[in-house]
């Protein structure tokens, strides 16, 4: 079955880090950019960067520079996004996307 | 940097066609592909128009994309609606390799 299944909810304290990891299936995993998107609740859809799972490359959006790692393993085919110095408005669910597919989203909760 | 602009809501009744606009601020809306994604209540985001106007396998053919030079904007239209479509919907384009979303629309159907 084509699909990313993503790692289960997180629950964070400010100034930490969290790292969500995407495992492809179905197809070569080397074949499409993922990309890593959240979504608070009630809110819209922001794109925080992308990955080239072949080369490594990344592209980060500037909001996120300097705060978050996107990283792969492709002996397991899968994607991390790692996100770091936690606050409270990082709280939303983060989904990765590729291919014209997308996991099924991931809970990061940051409180104290 | 542009940004694509969507309206927030639109509504219609079963069995009619609805619209939903996304027009782009600066650039041609010709220049970057653009994707549509459907998001129901709950769920993640599944991709219903790619590449302007192509469909995904087991995407319904009710759902079209195409693009208007004239306007700068692209358009997802959905025919013969059921209740199932009501759902967030998303435009998606590049803006060189970062993805640029719409600010969404939610779609009633009632």
């Known amino acids: 079955q084509v699909q990313l299944v993503q790692s289960g909810a997180e629950v964070k304290k400010p100034g930490a880090s969290v790292k969500v990891s995407c495992k492809a299936s179905g197809y070569t995993f080397t074949s499409y950019d993922i990309n890593w998107v959240r979504q608070a609740t009630g809110q819209g859809l922001e794109w925080m960067g992308w990955m080239n799972p072949n080369s490594g490359n990344t592209g980060y959006a500037q909001k996120f520079q300097g705060r978050v790692t996107m990283t792969r393993n492709t002996s397991i085919s899968t994607a991390y996004m790692e996100l770091s110095s936690l606050r409270s408005e990082d709280t939303a669910v983060y989904y990765c996307?590729?291919?014209?597919?997308w996991g099924q989203g991931t809970l990061v909760t940051v409180s104290s | 940097n542009f940004m694509l602009t969507q309206p927030h809501s639109v509504s219609e009744s079963p069995g009619k066609t609805v619209t939903i606009s996304c027009t782009r601020s600066s650039g041609s809306i010709a220049s970057n592909y653009v994707q549509w994604y459907q998001q129901r209540p709950g769920s993640s985001p599944t991709t219903v128009i790619y590449e302007d106007n192509q469909r995904p396998s087991g995407v319904p053919d009710r759902f079209s994309g195409s693009i208007d030079s004239s306007s700068n904007s692209a358009s997802l239209t959905i025919s013969g609606l059921k209740t199932e479509d009501e759902a967030d919907y998303y435009c998606q384009s590049y803006d060189s390799s970062n993805w640029v979303f719409g600010g969404g629309t939610k779609l009633t159907v009632l």
């Open positions: 996307a590729g291919g014209g597919l």
